[in-house]
């Protein structure tokens, strides 16, 4: 199988629990629209672009989180997204502000659903350079 990831290396759910994807449904299956992360009980974080047209799914109740899993195709829960809130200075076109926030009905609380840890405020940022 070819992957898409560049540089990129499987890994488990267990050493990731925050890592979460976005999915659609509709009547030809599922619909894998991008990755996120668990950010809240409720909540999680992704780009915009992933969730700036699936608006209508949202809608119908089509539109989920999923997370619990190292696999998008199987073993993951589901999570009804019921608001998106895509940055107001979101720009399709040269992607600045690519970020969104997306609030789920039932919490993320599984055994690998676990939010992100936040850096401490006096973490500093390590540039490497190439």
Not at 13 to 25: N, S, W
Not at 32 to 41: M, S, T
Not at 50 to 56: L, N, Q, R, S
Not at 105 to 123: G, Q, R
């Amino acid at each position: 199988m070819k992957s898409r990831i560049i540089g990129g290396y499987p890994v488990d759910v267990k050493q990731f629990p925050f890592v979460a994807f976005l999915l659609t449904t509709d009547a030809y299956g599922w619909n894998f629209r991008g990755g996120a992360d668990i950010v809240g009980k409720y909540w999680a974080i992704t780009a915009a672009h992933c969730i700036k047209h699936i608006p209508a799914q949202i809608k119908k109740g089509d539109a989920f989180v999923c997370g619990n899993t190292s696999h998008w195709k199987k073993g993951f829960n589901r999570h009804l997204i019921v608001r998106a809130y895509v940055h107001e200075k979101y720009n399709e076109d040269n992607t600045d502000y690519d970020i969104a926030l997306v609030r789920v009905k039932d919490p993320l609380t599984a055994k690998f659903e676990k939010p992100i840890k936040w850096a401490n405020s006096n973490y500093e940022v390590q540039i490497q350079e190439f």
